[in-house]
Structures are given as C-alpha cells and as structure tokens.
C-alpha cells in the first residue's frame, strides 16, 4: 500500500489529529507507527465500541502495530465506576468482549502486530508508580482537574483518584511506548495534556488521533446508565429492533439523528471492511426495487427528501446492525467461561424487598428496616 493510502486509511472518519507528522515519522524510520486506544473496564461495551473497532481495523490494514489497553486501575480511579472487588472479572469481561468485537470487523487475533494489554501488568511496577509521583509534583491540582473535566465524573466530594486518571493516562503513553494515541473527540482535554506533561519528565509528545463521538440513538448523549440510548452488543435481534423503532429519527432531519450516525460511523465503515462499502434499504413491502447507499452523501439527501423514510430507515439499520452482532453474540453463547465472567462482572442487582406500608404503631421499627434496605444493590455503571 502506498504511504498516502495508508495515512487516508488511518484519518477516515476522524475529527481532528494532533501532531500527524509523528504518525509518518516511524515509517520514514523504516519502522511501523505503534497506535494505542485505551479503555476503562466499566459498563459494559455498547454499539458505539463498534467505532473504536472499525478504526483498530483500519489502523491494522495501513500497516499499524496496534495496542489495546484494558485500563482497570483506571476503572475505579474514576470514581469507583468499577468497584474495587469487580475490577478483575471486568477486565475478563471487556476481553472477551473486545476480542470479539475486533473479529467481528474482520480483524484476525492471530495478527501479531495487535496486542491486548492489561493496565495493572505495568501501571504497579516501582519506575511507572515513581513517575505518577513525580509527575504529580510538577502539574498543578487544577491542571490535572481540568485534563480529566470531561471524562471522569465530576461531584462536589469527588475522590482525589480523579486527579490521578489524567496522569497514569498521559504516563500510559510512554510506557506502552506508542507513537500515538486514539480516542473519542471527549479525551481531547486530556490528549493536549499529555503533549504537554510527557516532555516534563523529558518523554517524547505523541500524536493523539480522535473520532468523532456517535450520539445515543435518542439524539442525546449515549449513556450506560440509561438502558435505551444505547444497544448492548449483546442486546437480542427483538431487543435491538425495538429500541431502534423506539429511537428518535425525525423524517427529513438529519440533525442529532442517532440512527443515521449508525449507518455513517458504524455500518457504512464496517460494510467497507468487509468488502463492500454499501448500505442496503429493502423497500420489499412496498413492492419497489431496493435503496442501495455506498456514501452517507446521498443517504442524507434522500432522508432530507423523505425518499428514505425514517420508517424503512430504521428497519434497515436494525437488520444491518444485527447482522454485525451475529458472531459477537454467537461467541459469548458458545463459551461458559465468558458467560461466567459475566454474571461476576456484572453481578444482577439484588432484589428488593417489597416496601410495606407503615401501619402506625401496631409495626414498630418497619420504618427503619426498610431504610437500611435501600441502596443495597451493586453499582451503577456507566
Ligand atoms: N480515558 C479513556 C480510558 C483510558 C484509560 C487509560 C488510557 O491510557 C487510555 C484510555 C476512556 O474514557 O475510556
């Protein structure tokens, strides 16, 4: 592959990349650029991991070695969004999870130039936890608060493992001993954070190479915590197709249309991917020939012209999102160990009791018991 048609591979789809020229660097070197994405082992990964996945996939075919770093430790520095005592089985989960995902875009695990890497195998080591000291000594309290403002949860008693976060992520950067690093437009505070910090402590700045974000598929943020903004990847044909016939999709609007940013940051990339950049609108039902898309281009004016209604749209998302989900799901369905994993990962919430009604002073004591039932269930995730 030509130079210029690996670096178009690796910038498809991406909003903005700082200091590109490191990214070329390597290969005038005579050496592959080394690319990281990391992630925090939290709630459970939902479709838009799909996007990180797709240009994992695109980095491998332009010729990248490619890290994927599973952050546990940075799982419960945010404030303990993976409690303490789960942090091991999450890490599993997102394992599985995220190595099926990358087979399901076609990437291979046999790829040598692909690693998966634990956080905690290096972040405990005594140079790394010296760094974090001393990088902590030469950035200030409300630097390291405002590298971290959009991506670990903000509350007025937040725990001081917040301000930790953004400098074992910067630290990531030099002990992984990347080239770069990708991530969602949201770690960008946190990107021109590590330009900045790593020479401090005399490290080389690295590119920082960013996607887009997808919104939730109610035209809002795509939040965890909130069962239908998102599709889990491992969300039933019948789920997924409800909770897309659910979604926003004004006709003609293509504005903040979660469905539509499926089919441009998901499903016409994926489709790529595998061979055939094309998105397919059947129109069976109304007994005419089918819509057949191979740029977001003509899918957005069609939509504009309610050529593409919002109707046949989200009956052809649903049917192309869940034939991506296919091997995903298939995976997890053929191995116990994953399905294990997942009931300790993510442990079903407890029960309830049924609240009883205070019946006055013929139930001394009810008030209080009921009190102490409360909150009793496992941590929301997001
Ligand atoms: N900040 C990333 C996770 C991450 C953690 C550590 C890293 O080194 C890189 C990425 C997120 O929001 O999910």
């Known amino acids: 592959m030509e130079l210029q048609e690996r670096l178009a591979l690796i910038n498809e789809n991406l909003v903005e990349v700082l200091n590109p ?15 990281y994405w990391g992630t925090a082992t939290t709630g459970k990964p939902h479709c838009a991991y799909l996007v990180p996945a797709i240009k994992i996939a695109q980095f491998l075919a332009a010729g990248c070695d490619v890290v994927v770093l599973l952050a546990d430790i940075h799982g419960f520095l945010d404030n303990l969004k993976a409690p303490v005592e789960l942090v091991e ?12 995902l990358l087979r399901a875009v076609g990437v291979s695990e046999q790829l040598n130039n692909l690693t998966i890497v634990q956080g905690s195998s290096y972040q405990k080591t005594a140079a790394y936890v010296m760094d974090v000291y001393k990088l902590s000594s030469c950035i200030s309290e409300h630097e390291a608060k405002r590298a971290g403002a959009e991506i670990v949860k903000q509350s007025d008693s937040a725990p001081l493992s917040g301000l930790l976060y953004p400098v074992l992520q910067v630290l990531d950067e030099q002990y992984l001993d990347v080239d770069a ?17 790593l020479p401090k402590l005399g490290y080389r700045q690295r590119a920082h190479l960013m996607n887009g974000m997808v919104p939730g598929i109610n035209g809002g943020k795509m939040s965890s915590s909130d069962p239908d903004s998102k599709i889990d990847l491992l969300d039933p044909p019948e789920v997924v197709n409800k909770k897309i016939k659910k979604a926003t999709a004004a006709p003609k609007i293509i504005e903040e ?7 441009e940051s998901v499903l016409l990339p994926a489709a790529a991917l595998s061979g055939r950049r094309e998105f ?28 593409l209604t919002p109707q046949l749209l989200k ?46 002073t013929q139930h001394p004591g009810l008030a209080m018991r009921n009190e102490n039932i409360k909150g009793s269930g496992p941590e929301e995730t997001s």
């Open 89 to 100: 089985q999450r890490v599993e989960y997102y394992r599985f999870t995220i190595s099926a």
């Open 315 to 360: 009956s052809a998302v649903s049917a192309a999102l869940n034939l991506l989900l296919v091997p995903i799901q298939e995976a997890y369905h053929a191995s116990p160990e994953w399905q294990e994993v997942a009931l300790k990962a993510y442990p079903p919430p407890a029960k309830k009791e049924k609240k009883v009604k205070q019946k006055g």
């Open 181 to 197: 690093q990708f991530g969602g437009l949201d770690q960008r505070k946190l990107f021109i954070a590590a330009k900045e910090w």
């Open 280 to 307: 397919r609108v059947s129109r069976d039902r109304d007994g005419l020939e089918p819509l057949i898309y191979t740029g977001i281009e003509k899918v957005h004016e069609d939509y504009k012209n309610d050529i």
């Open 21 to 35: 020229e490191l990214i070329q660097q390597p290969w005038d070197e005579g050496r592959n650029p080394k690319i």
């Open 257 to 263: 249309n979660g469905v539509l940013a499926l089919v």
